[in-house]
């Protein structure tokens, strides 16, 4: 039997009859799961189409389409990447959609003690370290900084920051133990359940709301695939997925 | 040049010199050791510091976070006792940059030190002075350049580190943002001006560094 599969598929790389259709989406990390589970659903009902995924902070993945790399799908954790993409003339606008809403949760590890049930108890002095994104670049961090300049905390809390170069080093940090505390997505929080826990989520209404575009690259070789994964997003299949992961009906 | 860069500079400076200093404490006995004396484990020692010259920063990096992480073997019952850790702090820096330093200062200074003729070690001996003495009075003078030339490089890898930094002393500006951490970050979120000027001056600094270890090098041949 394997032996047949084996032949089979020597038989069309050599003969080169599947043609090979690939594309690549550059993902926010917070969305991973989500989008290799689409993914799936994607690449069943196309046999021949294979996906990379190439995963970051939105901001990281912003640049390397900047600087040209070959992207056909850009799936951003927030809208000012995306918009700053679509001024420079890098995205197909009418491609764009809005597929998915986040929440933001403070974590601490699965073994701390300190009491940490409000905003105010991150002041704490047995708070040491606290980790966010980096504001700079990526959104979970630029979520983070607007709910603690809300709450009044931001310049209280400067020393105990660390930054995180994306939302799952942020948990990583956590699951660690390295930090006594770290700003992710709830979402994040539910892959790491073992070793993470959450403490609180800050008020909705201390940041604005966190919702993901998606939208086709403008120098995709493949753009309608492209577009018919964006769509799918969007489509019953996707929302369904996005669901059960925890992510938030769109308003 | 912004406050952020200038701040990344002063750290980088401070960061090298202490990790220099220290390889210089440890670094100079290992070669020493390593290059005059028989002993057990031996191979393992030579082994156990060269092995940051060909493994990945990450790799290290991930080592040294296993052994001084706030559960790690080491840093966990410090971080017990003291409550205080060293992740996300610039001595994390000059653990990385002195860890990664350390082969090439080692291996630098050893062939130095063998290359010293034991003739004059041997005369040393006959005239009643004891091997600790004859090293510092004898050996260690003689291999001094090559000594230097190690101090030199060292200092250069030092000032450069980036992948085991960055795992240890994470990157937080003003706190643990190297040079190399900054042309990172600059990049990263698109401040090319930024990172190019922090780009240039490591260069030249790298250059005058090379071309004086080439120098000291010559020099001991």
């Keep these: 039997m394997r032996a047949t599969i084996l032949a089979a598929a020597l038989l069309a790389l050599l003969s080169g009859t599947a043609p090979a259709e690939e594309l690549t989406l550059s993902v926010a990390i917070s969305m991973k799961e989500a989008t290799e589970e689409i993914g799936r659903h994607f690449t069943r009902s196309r046999p021949g189409v294979t996906l990379h995924y ?40 009418e491609t764009r959609r809005v597929f998915a809403r986040n929440v933001l949760v403070v974590v601490r590890p699965l073994d701390s003690s300190v009491d940490l049930s409000k905003p105010a108890d991150l002041l ?19 979520y983070s900084e607007e709910s603690l300049r809300t709450l ?8 105990k920051l660390v930054l995180a170069e994306n939302v799952r080093q942020a948990l990583d940090y956590v ?77 | 040049m ?24 440890i670094g100079i006995p290992l070669a020493y050791v390593l290059a005059r004396r028989r002993f057990r484990g031996r191979g393992f020692v030579d082994l156990l510091v060269t092995l940051p010259l060909v493994l990945p920063p990450t790799v ?46 080692v291996r630098t200074a050893r062939a130095a030190i063998e290359s010293v003729d034991r003739d004059f070690e041997k005369a040393a001996f006959t005239l009643g002075r004891s091997e600790w003495r004859t090293a510092l009075e004898v050996t260690l003078p003689l291999a001094r ?28 500006p003003g706190r643990t943002t190297t040079v190399p951490l900054a042309i990172y970050t600059s990049v990263q979120t698109g401040e090319t001006g930024e990172a190019l000027v922090l780009v240039a001056m490591l260069t030249a600094l790298s250059c005058v560094v090379l071309v004086a270890a080439a120098r000291l090098g010559a020099r001991a041949a």
């Design chain 1, 175 to 251: 699951s660690r133990g390295e930090v006594d505390a770290g700003f992710v997505y709830t979402t994040d929080a539910a892959v790491r359940t073992t070793r993470v826990k959450q403490a609180f989520r800050p008020g909705e209404d201390t940041y604005r709301p966190i919702v993901y575009p998606a939208a086709v690259v403008k120098d995709s070789r493949r753009p309608a695939l492209a577009r018919a994964f964006v769509d799918l997003l969007v489509a019953p299949e996707g929302r369904t997925v996005l669901a059960r992961l925890g992510f938030q009906p769109l308003p």
């Design chain 1, 54 to 93: 190439n995963l970051g902070s939105s901001g990281e993945l912003q640049k390397q389409i900047e600087a040209g790399a070959p992207v056909d799908v850009f799936i951003s954790a927030a809208p000012r990447q995306m918009d700053e993409l679509q001024q420079k003339g890098l995205i197909v606008p």
């Design chain 2, 2 to 25: 912004t406050p952020d860069n200038l701040s990344a500079l002063a750290l980088s400076i401070r960061v090298a010199l202490v990790a220099t200093l220290l390889n210089a404490a």
């Design chain 1, 124 to 142: 704490d002095p047995r708070i040491r370290r606290i980790v966010i994104g980096n504001p700079r670049s990526v959104p979970v961090g630029q």
């Design chain 1, 152 to 159: 009044g905390l931001w310049e209280r809390l400067q020393p």
């Design chain 2, 145 to 172: 350049n090559g000594i230097l030339a190690g101090l030199v490089l060292a200092f250069a890898r030092a000032l450069g580190e980036f992948g085991a930094t960055l795992m240890l002393a994470g990157n937080i």
């Design chain 2, 60 to 105: 290290t990096g991930y080592y040294l976070i296993v052994l001084l992480g706030r559960r790690g073997w080491l840093g966990g019952p410090i971080y017990g006792l003291t409550g205080w850790s060293i992740t996300f702090t610039w001595y994390a820096a000059v653990v990385a940059a002195t860890i990664m330093a350390l082969p090439l200062l």
